[in-house]
Nanobody, 129 residues
């Protein structure tokens, strides 16, 4: 059974840091593009980060809103992808999801007809004083 499980969310003060984890079972993350998405109340889901492999090279893509503050990484031995989030702002408050697609990265608004097949259940992040 293919499964993604996020963890690491929580409450943090503005300027603080959190590291989210996305652990996979039933498939090998290294063969997929792994995106981090977030959805705030009343807003559409958006892709904020994607880590993918092109040949022997690993690509990292980030939304402008998180560039320089968020960093994705992959631990193949643990079949886990991470999202290090620094200098957090109240507007980063959202439920964060990881998702896996054989090839596609989405940065920006996500439309359901993009058809990314594998999603975790999400982990909530709240940035508040």
């Amino acid at each position: 059974q293919l499964q993604l499980v996020e963890s690491g969310g929580g409450l943090v003060q503005p300027g603080g840091s959190l590291t989210l984890s996305c652990a996979a079972s039933g498939f090998t993350l290294d063969y997929y593009a792994i995106g981090w998405f977030r959805q705030a109340p009343g807003k559409e889901r958006e892709g904020v980060s994607c880590i993918s492999r092109v040949g022997d090279r690993t690509n990292y893509d980030y939304a402008d809103s998180v560039k320089g503050r968020f960093a994705a990484s992959r631990d193949n031995a643990k079949n886990t992808v991470y999202l290090q989030m620094n200098s957090l702002k109240p507007e980063d408050t959202a439920v964060y999801y990881c998702a896996a697609d054989p090839t596609m990265c989405v940065i920006g608004p996500y439309k359901s007809d993009y058809g990314i097949p594998y999603w975790g259940e999400g982990t909530p992040v709240t940035v508040s004083p």
